[in-house]
């Protein structure tokens, strides 16, 4: 009877649980590694860079693996009058269904992130096979040809891009790696406004067609055509405002403390000629941004701290004379301090708080931010900055003189 009462149970078990009646099966999916959304008679116009598994195991070894010239990604475009429907109509020409949670990149045409990307926002927000930790770039032109640009030597061309992002965040601090929650948080922040990086196809050594005429693309290791970072885009709320480039942007990475490491070319103190520089490679960096109320007016005080090591140098001077690694200090200030200027500048000139001053102010000052933020644009345009940076340089290298100094 224990038996009987046992199996009872157990069949009573079975049949409460839920089992897998939602799986979908990995050969019935279209993974994407990168979506480009543009804006085309009051459409949405959506393209996506979808993984052939085939061509990605290629090379592994044996087992018919598929030939290694096939393409490791599909790009194929869909339109509707929304970004959802465009997604449902793919299904029209592709076999499987899309699956959107591992793309790496968004791509945003110029027309689309003018008219204002409130909607994108939301289906990335709102939709549960969506991350928000996706990185976003904009296009000066069609979105849709980035993802037909291949990135040798890499197979997947939107982990490619999403790549070169990441790493010039973390080696040069020139562009900013942005996400989909980074613009949405902006929106409801005090500042609403951010920069997003800009992609663009280029020629190879700025060449144009006809120098690629007769060029066998077998023969030579140069690509004729390749994706770069250049501009930076500003966005006011959901929408592109205008353009900086990305020696304005340095500049404001540093007042939003995204400077990590980095490399700094100044002039060596007392140079003869322009040939006299050196490079001083940063290795830690904190900013620290202070509001300080004047009456109706704001003053930032900026206090930058960074340390690091001298990575080459043309300099006549010997480096183990003490006042010689003080100057060099002075130098490296002076050109992070032109930096901030500069890119401060460049925000005032657009009528945007790229800086996240707005946010400060605001923790500060609260009761005196709602007036404040009733004109913020033209206040903008007031503030001023009180800059002190201190660099110290904790290593000089191997050599206190530069090599053709110690040469016979």
């Not at 590694?33 to 044996?62: C, F, K, L």
């Not at 699956?99 to 689309?112: I, M, N, Q, R």
């Not at 290795?283 to 109320?293: I, L």
């Not at 660099?391 to 016979?408: F, I, K, R, W, Y």
Request: one cysteine or more; glycine letters at 6%.
């Amino acid at each position: 009877m224990k038996r009987w009462r046992l199996m009872l149970c157990a069949t009573m078990a079975c049949c409460l649980l839920a089992g897998c009646w939602d799986r979908r099966e990995l050969n019935e999916l279209g993974i994407t590694a990168a979506t480009a959304i543009d804006r085309s008679d009051n459409e949405w116009v959506v393209t996506y860079q979808v993984i052939v598994p085939s061509a990605m195991w290629s090379g592994a070894g044996g087992g018919g693996a598929a030939s290694s010239s096939q393409s490791s990604v599909h790009v194929f475009t869909s339109r509707g009058s929304t970004i959802r429907e465009a997604a449902s109509r793919a299904n029209l020409e592709f076999t499987r269904q899309l699956y959107f949670s591992h793309t790496d990149v968004l791509v945003l045409g110029k027309e689309a992130a003018q008219q204002g990307i409130s909607e994108v926002l939301d289906l990335f927000l709102r939709s549960f096979d969506s991350r928000e930790t996706v990185l976003l770039t904009v296009t000066d032109g069609e979105a849709s040809k980035i993802l037909r640009q291949l990135v040798p030597p890499e197979r997947l061309p939107g982990r490619a891009i999403a790549s070169i992002m990441e790493t010039d965040q973390k080696t040069s601090g020139l562009t900013p790696a942005v996400k989909i929650f980074d613009v949405a948080r902006s929106i409801y922040s005090d500042s609403n406004a951010i920069l997003v990086p800009e992609i663009g196809i280029r020629r190879v050594d700025g060449g144009n067609e006809k120098d690629l005429e007769g060029v066998d693309a077998f023969k030579t290791t140069i690509v004729p055509t390749k994706l770069r970072l250049l501009r930076l885009a500003v966005f006011k709320g959901a929408r592109l405002v205008g353009w900086i480039d990305q020696e304005e942007s340095y500049g404001l990475d540093w007042l939003n403390n995204r400077i990590k490491k980095t490399m700094i070319v100044f002039p060596c103190p007392g140079a003869k000629s322009e040939k006299e520089h050196a490079t001083y490679q940063v290795r830690a960096s904190k900013t620290r941004v202070v509001p300080v109320r004047s009456g109706e007016a704001y003053q930032m005080y900026v206090r930058v701290k960074t340390k690091g090591a001298l990575n080459e140098s043309t300099c006549t001077r010997s480096l183990a004379d003490p006042a010689m690694v003080s100057a060099m200090e002075k130098q490296i200030e002076k050109a992070i301090m032109d930096d901030i200027r500069l890119g401060w500048s460049a925000a005032q000139r657009m009528h945007a708080d790229l800086a996240g001053f707005a946010d400060k102010i605001h923790r500060k000052y609260p009761k005196a931010w709602q007036k404040a933020k009733q004109d913020w644009d033209r206040q903008l345009e007031q503030v001023e900055l009180n800059i002190q940076v201190q660099a110290t340089l904790e290593n000089m290298g191997m050599l206190n003189d530069t090599v053709s100094e110690e040469l016979p």
